[in-house]
Antibody, heavy 120, light 107 residues
Framework: QLQLQESGPGLVKPSETLSLTCTVS??????????WGWIRQPPGKGLEWIGM???????YYNPSLKSRVTISVDTSKNQFSLKLSSVTAADTAVFYC????????????WGQGTLVTVSS | DIQMTQSPSSVSASVGDRVTITCRAS??????LAWYQQKPGKAPKLLIY???SLQSGVPSRFSGRGSGTDFTLTISSLQPEDFATYYC?????????FGQGTKLEIK
């Protein structure tokens, strides 16, 4: 059973870069069966897909965030990461990492989520 | 981007009721649709994938139907633990998009 866990700072200053890591257990980030993705949810609002990465390094980003987002994978540590640059208060959200099943494409396993607040 | 529109945005129902939530895509998405349940302070949980396939471990009172642009999630007999917010999500084309959510409340 895949388990995912987000980690990173809970507070980021405006204009700085938000960095989060997702650690995967019970499975491998080098598996061809999954994409590894990030989704965010502003407080009290809906879900927004940020992007995802395949084990080979191929990435797919939401065009609304593409200029600011980088997702990478470290198969040696069984982790994948999110960097979001030039953050503003509008980027305050709960950030979830999740696995996307390659064949049927649902996000079938999720981390518990981590709240990141952008404030000076 | 493909817009996903859920209706209703909220619904009140009683234990034992049958409830149907609708999700409409702004263009055809074949059957690349998933449904999630989210409870306050928790991560979303996958219920249905490929429009009608029940995720392992999900009770059979949940069912999904549809293809193309119109989809439904039905809960056949509401249980107390089903009161939550439900989201649809398309995986036909990038960027993947979610519906705005449907809040299912106790009447």
């Amino acid at each position: 059973q895949l388990q995912l866990q987000e980690s990173g700072p809970g507070l980021v200053k405006p204009s700085e870069t938000l960095s989060l890591t997702c650690t995967v257990s019970g499975g491998s980030t080098s598996s061809s069966s999954y994409y590894w993705g990030w989704i965010r949810q502003p407080p009290g609002k809906g879900l927004e897909w940020i992007g995802m990465i395949y084990y080979s390094g191929g990435t797919y980003y939401n065009p609304s965030l593409k200029s600011r987002v980088t997702i990478s994978v470290d198969t040696s540590k069984n982790q994948f990461s999110l960097k979001l640059s030039s953050v503003t208060a509008a980027d305050t959200a709960v950030f979830y990492c999740a696995s996307l099943n390659y064949s049927d494409r649902p996000f079938d396993h999720w981390g518990q989520g981590t709240l990141v607040t952008v404030s000076s | 981007d493909i817009q996903m529109t859920q209706s209703p945005s909220s619904v009140s129902a009683s234990v034992g009721d049958r409830v149907t939530i609708t999700c409409r895509a702004s263009q055809g998405i074949n059957s690349w649709l998933a449904w999630y349940q989210q409870k306050p302070g928790k991560a979303p949980k996958l219920l249905i994938y490929a429009a009608s396939s029940l995720q392992s471990g999900v009770p059979s009172r949940f069912s999904g139907r549809g293809s193309g642009t119109d989809f439904t999630l039905t809960i056949s007999s509401l249980q107390p633990e089903d009161f939550a917010t439900y989201y649809c999500q398309q995986a036909n084309s990038f960027p993947y998009t979610f519906g705005q959510g449907t809040k299912l409340e106790i009447k």
